[in-house]
């Protein structure tokens, strides 16, 4: 009997765990652009159009390989719309009554899933270091979920970078050598760029003509398409970045977008790139004594260890994760955020880059956009939305995670030990944004006052009963116990008066 084998838009791999259950001279690929997966958030063109390119790029190399495939494109005139309907539609056309499908990266596509009316196997994504089991047996028992200890796990399930039953180096993690900020005249190496071909090229022509509204430029798009042009961006990280990953991966530099990060999130959430096999490359470069252990340890803990718990964290806590809302934050997402005029250089250049460029790196998502939305007290579940439409590489499973937990302490401190919060000094110190701003950053009260100083001291003051008991917050409230009360009463009203204006649609 025929069966279908899904393959959604982020499953591109050909050792996909329903590709390996399905017999190729049998089974029918099932693959799909719908407008369901296109638009449960307005994402940014680009993204969608990276999606559609490496799936038919993706469709093309499994027939060359012997696979049938039905594949539905967004513009044709049957498609069903949604990923239940092409399979319920695929199923009548064969005569198909059951479906093997690999666990999406989503509860809402999971829940879809699991309604639709097909006999339905849905195997594990077995695409990760840790499974599901592997986190839960670490999670189950355990007062706090540390990333720190869940990635010496990894590392001593993988062997990477260690020696015997011990870290290499004497230590599991060197992040106090890094977090230098970068001076402009530093050597700056360049991502590849790929030219549309002609695939890539139908592609945008698609995308620009059905989605004309959402955020986000779409041309000059030079994304990696398929496996060989994504291995190609590693290989140029590796080769020209990685040795200086560590220094410099909180750095951030006006005329300098990507510094020396590798670009590869989207690569390796849609099944282009492997993560295991990303690490033991970088851990060889490292070997051959190409880069410093500092930047291997760090890039390495990034994806078995960040990667993978915020994974983890998804999928312990269940669907209702995405609308936590610990810090009962309520406003709206203000226009910035979509590129309204502002005077605050860091967010207009984060948001601008974010428009042009689908991608912005890690520091400036979390202490820039992700930090003054927490500071303004911003609902979560609208910065969510903003992030998971935004960014080239966001699938919710390591967007949301990312956003509610680490961002935005949504979840109460699941994932992040204390809120990442700063004031205008920590963006002044790690990048040259302060330099050409409308605030000044080194004045706390009056109109010029960068706003991240008034809004910092905002953001303590109304969640004093959340956070004085917390020992990593101790001394931040020393400090604002120690200011004259007249100080502190100019700089509450300060930043009532930037919220207010902020709320009211007023350029700040
Ligand atoms: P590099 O800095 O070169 O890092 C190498 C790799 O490590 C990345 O490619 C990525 O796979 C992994 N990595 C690094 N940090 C994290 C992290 N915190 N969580 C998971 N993986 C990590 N990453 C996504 O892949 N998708 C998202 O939707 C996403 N949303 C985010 C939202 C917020 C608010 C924040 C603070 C972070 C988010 N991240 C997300 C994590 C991180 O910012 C991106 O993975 C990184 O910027 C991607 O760029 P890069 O490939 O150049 O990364
Ligand atoms: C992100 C995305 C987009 C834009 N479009 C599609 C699509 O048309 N068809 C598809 O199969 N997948 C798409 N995706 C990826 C899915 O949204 C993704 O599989 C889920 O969010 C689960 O991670
Ligand atoms: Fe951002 Fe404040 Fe610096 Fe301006 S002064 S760039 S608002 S941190």
């Known amino acids: 009997m025929v069966k279908l084998v899904l393959v959604l838009g982020d499953q591109l791999t050909p050792t996909l765990a329903s590709l390996r259950a399905a017999d190729k001279a049998n089974d029918r690929v099932v693959m799909a652009e719908v407008t369901s997966e296109a638009s449960y958030v307005p994402h940014h063109p680009k993204k969608i159009a990276l999606v559609f390119a490496c799936m038919r790029k993706f469709a093309q190399q499994l027939r060359d390989d012997g696979w049938t495939v039905d594949y539905t494109r967004l513009d044709d005139p049957d498609n069903a719309g949604s990923i239940p309907g092409e399979l319920l539609r695929r199923a009548s056309d064969s005569g198909a009554s059951s479906v093997i499908a690999t666990r999406p990266g989503e509860w809402r596509l999971i829940e879809a899933l699991e309604d639709t009316p097909l006999d339905l196997d849905i195997l594990e994504d077995d695409r990760f270091v840790a499974s599901h089991a592997d986190f839960n047996a670490w999670a189950d028992g355990r007062k706090q979920l540390r990333m720190e200890y869940f990635y010496r796990e990894m590392r001593r399930k993988t062997g990477l970078l260690m020696e015997d039953d011990e870290p290499t180096g004497g230590k599991w993690n060197f992040d106090q050598d890094n977090r230098k900020p970068a001076k402009p005249d530093l050597f700056m190496p360049s991502p590849l760029n790929f030219e549309p071909d002609e695939t890539v090229q139908e592609v945008l022509d698609l995308v620009e003509a059905t989605f004309p509204d959402n955020f986000g430029e779409l041309r000059h798009f030079g994304f990696a398409t398929d496996a060989t042009e994504a291995e190609a961006v590693l290989d140029n990280f590796i080769e020209t970045a990685l040795p200086q990953f560590g220094d410099y991966q909180d750095a951030m530099l006006s005329g300098h977008r990507f510094l020396y990060h590798a670009l590869i999130s989207a690569y390796l959430n849609i099944g282009l790139l492997d993560p295991l096999d990303v690490c033991r490359r970088v851990e060889k470069a490292w070997q051959k004594g190409h880069a410093p252990l500092n930047s291997a340890e760090g890039f390495i803990r990034q994806i078995i260890g960040w990667r993978e718990f915020v994974r983890g964290i998804y999928f312990h806590e269940g669907p209702d994760y995405a609308n936590r809302n610990w810090l009962e934050h309520d406003r709206a997402l203000p226009g910035l955020y ?14 601008e880059q974010t428009n042009e460029e689908a991608y912005a790196h890690h520091i400036q998502r979390l202490m820039v956009t992700g930090n003054f939305a927490l500071l303004a007290g911003i609902d979560p579940a609208q910065v969510h939305e903003w992030y998971l439409s935004v ?9 949301a995670p990312n956003t509610v937990g680490m961002s935005q302490f949504a979840d109460g401190g699941l994932v ?6 700063s004031s205008g000094s920590y963006i002044d110190r790690m990048s040259d944004y302060c330099s050409e701003c409308s605030y000044s950053v080194k004045e706390k009260t009056g109109k010029d006052a960068c706003p991240f100083n008034l809004l910092y001291w905002h953001f303590l003051s109304r969640h004093r009963s959340r956070f004085s008991d917390n020992p990593r917050m101790a001394m931040m409230y020393r400090t604002w116990d120690k200011m004259e009360s007249d100080r502190q009463d100019e700089i509450l009203t300060g930043a009532e008066d930037f919220l207010s204006r902020m709320d009211a649609g007023d350029p700040v």
């Not at 605050?344 to 984060?350: A, D, G, I």
């Not at 960014?391 to 967007?399: L, P, S, T």
């Open 416 to 421: 992040a030990s204390k809120p990442y919060v």
């Open 391 to 399: 960014y080239f590489d966001a699938f919710e499973w390591v967007e």
């Open 338 to 351: 979509w590129g309204q005029k502002t005077g605050m250089t860091c967010l207009s250049k984060t948001v």
